[in-house]
């Protein structure tokens, strides 16, 4: 029986979207593998798809949970460096170990997270034809368009286009040492070496959750690329207990969320509450599983939860205060909620630039972050019903690109393909 393998980053923001689009493919009669570190195999398997330990138990220098403490107290530019750190050193062990299981699993078809490029080069150098997903915004470069990881507005302006090429300079330095690792391994198999991130990106399809109605106008066309909206299965996620009967009708639903990852920041949570406390709704706050302590009692009295049910709870919130991180983001445009975005680091700016341009919310970078800037876009996006009509207008094309559903038949298409005529994605030097 063909077997498609995915690979992805083990923080809930990647492995989500992967595990969404496996557990689709699986309903069509896809043989599914997640490959992975050790951590995720409860995650994996507790949803019905098989895993192997991509390492096979050889040592690594992190564990996952002290990659997400690591990264989850930091912002903005530290966050980006340790986040390449880890990038760096995951590809490293890509790298090293994934040979060994490609010849013991032999897979048909990889379905690979772009931030393991990687990944992408050893499937390069076995033959095996590989699908890219965006977990995160796509990270593929264009003159129009700022990088993901600045907050920057929208501008074809020369002073804008100047900015973004020195942006796009600067982001193609941050990936220079995994594209050496890369070309080391690359150098020793004979294959033709990379220059720059997107020589890796996959020639077959690329799916990504961004509507094209909601990502800036590019210069250049993006082949081969798949707008899907959220990639959401709800079998693919673990239930969650909530106290449901605690919530009040009466008032407006305020639903906080900074995310899985960048949630260690106790006083972004105190701000939060103390700007809604003055207002009249309810405020729920997830911390994002992350066992981050809050110091004190906060004010208004929210309702604070480790983990939430965070799809059911948007259905029922009238406004979002969230990270900006691309699965939150979708999803709230799924369920038509406006957003106000306080972003940390990594593609969270550039999400949040996309929220602000479309006039689905507001933005505060969380270093500018204080109760009165808060509150003061609390209370317009309460009363001023536009922001909610735009963000419905998302909601409906994001309905009709087609979710994990669509992405699942558009992988089982490749798959059908490879096996009737042997497609490969073979480049030699």
Not at 46 to 63: A, L, N, Q, T, V
Not at 111 to 127: E, L, M, Y
Not at 196 to 204: A, E, G, M, R, V
Not at 331 to 359: F, S, W
Request: hydrophobic share 40%; charged share 20%.
């Amino acid at each position: 029986m063909a077997k498609v393998v995915f690979i992805a980053p083990e923080v809930p923001g990647h492995i989500n979207a992967a595990l969404a689009l496996a557990k689709q493919c699986q309903k069509l009669g896809v043989n599914c593998q997640f490959w992975g570190v050790e951590e995720a195999r409860p995650r994996v398997e507790g949803i019905g798809i098989s895993f192997r330990d991509i390492h096979e138990g050889k040592p690594r220098k992190s564990s996952l949970k002290d990659v997400m403490l690591d990264v989850g107290r930091r912002v903005g530019i530290m966050a980006i460096w340790r986040t390449q750190i880890h990038f760096r050193e995951r590809n490293r062990l890509i790298l090293r170990d994934m040979p060994g299981l490609i010849n013991h699993e032999q897979p048909d078809l990889m379905v690979i997270d772009q931030t393991i490029p990687g990944a992408a080069a050893i499937a390069q150098q076995f033959s095996i034809p590989y699908v890219n997903f965006c977990g995160a915004l796509p990270m593929d470069l264009d003159p129009w368009v700022p990088p993901p990881v600045f907050h920057c507005a929208y501008s074809t302006s020369s002073i804008g286009l100047l900015r973004n090429k020195v942006l796009n300079f600067i982001t193609n330095l941050g990936w220079f040492a995994i594209i050496k690792d890369i070309n080391q391994e690359r150098k020793k198999a004979g294959f033709r070496l990379v220059k720059h991130f997107n020589d890796l990106k996959s020639p077959i399809a690329m799916l990504t959750q961004l509507p094209p109605q909601f990502d800036f106008k590019r210069k250049f066309k993006q082949n081969y690329v798949y707008h899907l909206g959220p990639l959401v299965d709800p079998e693919s996620r673990l239930p969650v207990d909530f106290p449901w009967n605690q919530l009040d009708p009466n008032k407006k639903l305020v639903y906080a969320s900074m995310g899985t990852l960048q949630n260690q920041i106790s006083s972004v949570f105190e701000k939060i509450a103390e700007a809604v406390s003055d207002l009249d709704c309810q405020l729920v706050i997830s911390l994002g599983g992350g066992g981050l302590k809050l110091p004190n009692k906060l004010q208004g009295n929210p309702i604070v939860v480790e983990k939430a049910p965070q799809l059911a709870l948007l259905e029922k919130a009238d406004v979002v205060i969230t990270h900006a991180g691309m699965n939150t983001a979708m999803e709230c445009l799924k369920y038509g909620k406006p957003m106000v975005c306080i972003p940390v680091t990594n593609d969270q700016p550039g999400v949040a630039a996309r929220i602000v341009h479309q006039e689905a919310g507001f933005s505060i970078p969380v270093q500018k972050l204080t109760p009165h800037k808060l509150k003061k876009y609390m209370q317009i996006l309460l009363e001023d019903h536009s922001y909610t009509s735009r963000s419905d207008f998302f909601a409906g094309k994001l309905i009709l690109a087609g979710g994990a559903e669509k992405g699942a038949q558009i992988i089982q298409q490749v798959l059908q393909t490879v096996l009737v005529h042997g497609q490969t994605t073979e480049i030699h030097s």
